[in-house]
């Protein structure tokens, strides 16, 4: 979670907000890059950035998709994974704040 945060954020100099709200629906994969959609924005103007495969950090993006479990009812994208497995509770401001 830290390292798909990290990414997203240094790639699209996203806020906490901004990434704590991403959905899985605002993440497109094309195959060599990633479309990032952040609609809600601080400043309200919605901003879309492109993530590339430099250093296997799309293999790295679609590993932790692959971890989402299938009975999740939200599409939030970034949720708690503790002692390898993973829970539906999204993660929060405050612990995206303090991991990133």
Known sequence: MIMIGLILGIAGA??????????????????????VKIPNTKTKIPRIFVVTDVGNMLELFRKYLSLRPPHVKHKRLFLYYKAGKCSSQPVGKNTMGKNS
């Open 14 to 35: 996203c806020r906490t907000d901004e990434l704590v709200n991403l959905t899985v629906d605002d993440i497109e994969d094309v195959g060599s890059f990633l479309i």
